[in-house]
């Protein structure tokens, strides 16, 4: 029998007060119609909401909220919804990475300054999953994320098209003259039809993956679809459990450990991840105090991507839920020594007790791990003396050709200067070269920004060429795909040799080697480095703070005055 005597609810530090502060705390809640002995010593959940209708991803999260508040009230807790930055990929500027680590900050804040025991995180599209989480991590109260989940599948004129993916695709199609403009308007509703986020195996859906395989979401959170009711007993499950993990005191640290994210890192290259998972797990890894480096993310390399999905793949998440979803990929992970099976979940259980009798419905969408769809998937990190710190390629979404290539640097100095010559007939490029583009990372843009797979030139288009080497400092969309090197560390903006690139130096990329080299000498590059400037700094607000503030690529693009945790210690009161 356990004699420890329950650990006392922070929220009653301010609603358990007789004196004129607990006065304060609870009148004025009441003028929401909340009776007196909801304040009797209830867990009070927070439901962390990142609900706008500017991010179309998560504009369903009101409702949402709704089920998660049935399930808290049903299990004796009492839930208050409140708002935090939203981050909407396809309409924040200059994109939405540069506001990732602002609105973990208001997360983390908004949780520790309330009176709340544990917190529910509605997350979705791309940056709201690592920005909610890791701005809980840094409280290390009991969290649940639960993800607003993917739109129905995209169809055109009888062909699925993914979100993101088809966009790229179709895009190319038009500048090569196979597209007219009116069919590309016309597959704009086509395309995103349901509430719900990108479809594809893209950043929202690879870190709603995450979560699960974190063990920080309910099994299938990754893949129910927006609209399919079972999200929404998803969401009230949810509500029901956080108050039970705040009694048990189960907090992220406990959830958040080394195995989990080596269980993500090989789940990522399961599913055919996003690059973006690295940078996002790295900052999470940081916040919550578990050692995680670039390096790390070689213990996925060798794991075959079992999900046939966009982009690496043919198709898309409703797909894969009906399929059997994450819980049949964790399942065959479990089986074949690549999951750590005892790694604790939110709902209590080991990660192998939730999978361990998963079905697999249909074995084109998740193959077997003895046949799969893609051999030794995962991402590989590449070293050299043009990225010393690393870069990343997902070799699953490039031409296997191209792994292995040499070629002559085309240089853009910035993201503006491709746009304008990448059409340009004078422009001397072919297939065999290697496309080099700096200023797009976290300090260059600013804002670490989804540019790295650089359209390709039309008049290389035209020949039916559809992929090419390239190389930035910048990221890339998880729906995007090809032979693209990211994340190049250190950036052109902080001094890296990325910066010293010049038109027609040679490039080397081995992947199998885990290479990527610039071919010019010491002598040569020491020359270009003493006539480097830095740009100038931004000249105030957010921007300023967070140039001068962001580590590089290869430590997360973390704030550096962010990395680690405050805890959720009462802060003083003030009335
Ligand atoms: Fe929101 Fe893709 S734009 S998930």
Redesign the pocket.
Known sequence: MNDTPPKPLRSQAWFGKADKDGFIHRSWMKNQGIPHDAFDGRPVIGICNTWSELTP?NAHFRELAEYVKKGVYEAGGVPFEFPVMSL???NLRPTAMLFRNLASMDVEESIRGNPIDGVILLV???KTTPALLMGAASCNLPALAVSGGPMLNGRFRGREIG??TGVWQMSEEVRAGTMTQAEFIEAESCMNRSRG??MTM???STMASMVEALGMGLPHNAAIPAVDARRQVLAQLAGRRIVDMVREDLTMSKILTREAFENAIRTNAAIGGSTNAVVHLIALARRIGVPLSLDDWELGSDVPCLVNLQPSGQHLMEDFYYAGGLPAVLRQLGEHGLLHRQALTVNGKTIWQNVEDAPNYNHEVITPLDQPFKPKAGIAVLRGNLAPDGAVIKPSAATPGLLSHRGRAVVFENVEELHEKIDDESLDIDEYCVMVLKGAGPKGYPGFAEVGNMPLPKKVLQKGITDMVRISDGRMSGTAYGAVVLHVSPEAAAGGPLALVQTGDMIELDVAARRLHLDVSDEELARRKAEWKAPPLPERGYYRLYVEHVLQADQGADLDFLVGASGAAVPRDSH
């Open positions: 991803c909407g990929e396809s979705g599209c791309d979100s993101g986020h990108c893209g950043t929202a």
